[in-house]
């Protein structure tokens, strides 16, 4: 069992930063693959970005995100992290870590919020334009 406690989110001009952390329990933290997901309200969730076990060091980013957010992790500290700058409205969500065993995958079936075994609760995002 793999526990995940983000934290981070807030509220925050168009145009801003902020830096969503994930702390996860677990000794094999290092070989999970982790990833961001949000939820809008009315909407679905949807896949954010995705970063393999440590040796692989591939990323995945959705395009809305991509040049904006970035994802890294501390496997010393269990901890993944999101950077996201120039935030926009459309950014305005609930942002929820999630880890699996799987191994990475580059394409959006292969990041389906199903495909993914542990979750966080979630942090709120609000961005004011």
């Known amino acids: 069992q793999v526990y995940l406690v983000e934290s981070g989110g807030g509220l925050v001009q168009a145009g801003g930063s902020l830096r969503l952390s994930c702390a996860a329990s677990g000794r094999t933290f290092s070989s999970y693959t982790m990833a961001w997901f949000r939820q809008a309200p009315g909407k679905e969730r949807e896949f954010v970005t995705a970063?393999?076990?440590?040796?692989?060091?591939?990323?995945y980013y959705r395009d809305s995100v991509k040049g904006r957010f970035t994802i890294s992790r501390e496997d010393a500290k269990n901890t993944v992290y999101l950077q996201m700058n120039n935030l926009k409205s459309e950014d305005t969500a609930v942002y929820y870590c999630a880890a699996r065993t799987r191994k990475f995958g580059g394409t959006p079936g292969d990041n389906a919020a199903a495909k993914y075994d542990y979750w966080g609760q979630g942090t709120q995002v609000t961005v004011s334009s």
């Open positions: 970063i393999s076990w440590t040796g692989g060091g591939s990323i």
